[in-house]
């Protein structure tokens, strides 16, 4: 089983960028398809980023596309999301989780481990 924990959220303003840090043990990213969720307060938790473990390939929410890149660093064995240009609508807490599946899933029940999340907030 492997474990993940994230890294990287904060405070910025609106415009700014962030990046988060999926570090995972127990297990290779390599081997895994990621995620990225998020989850604000009052809402469904929704997939922004994920990444295929068999050829890479990535998705993208629509309201991220353009602002936001998932990539994965094999030798640290670290998912990353950058996200630039943040809008206030991004506030949320944003949660790093691992698929056995090759396939893409788009909702939670698709992921086999999740890390514990990390705040991010936007603000003007």
């Known amino acids: 089983q492997v474990q993940l924990v994230e890294f990287g959220g904060g405070l910025v303003q609106v415009g700014g960028s962030l990046r988060l840090s999926c570090a995972a043990s127990?297990?290779?990213?390599?081997?895994?398809?990621m995620g990225w969720f998020r989850q604000a307060p009052g809402k469904e938790r929704e997939l922004v980023a994920a990444?295929?473990?068999?050829?890479?390939?990535?998705w993208y929410a629509d309201s991220v596309k353009g602002r936001f890149t998932i990539s994965r660093d094999n030798a640290k064995n670290t998912v990353y999301l950058q996200m630039n240009g943040l809008k206030p609508e991004d506030t949320a807490v944003y949660s790093c989780?691992?698929?056995?599946?090759?396939?893409?899933?788009?909702?939670?029940?698709?992921?086999?481990?999740w890390g514990q999340g990390t705040q991010v907030t936007v603000s003007s």
């Open positions: 989780a691992a698929s056995l599946s090759t396939l893409y899933y788009y909702t939670p029940s698709g992921y086999d481990y």
């Open positions: 127990g297990g290779t990213v390599s081997t895994y398809g």
């Open positions: 990444i295929k473990r068999s050829d890479g390939s990535t």
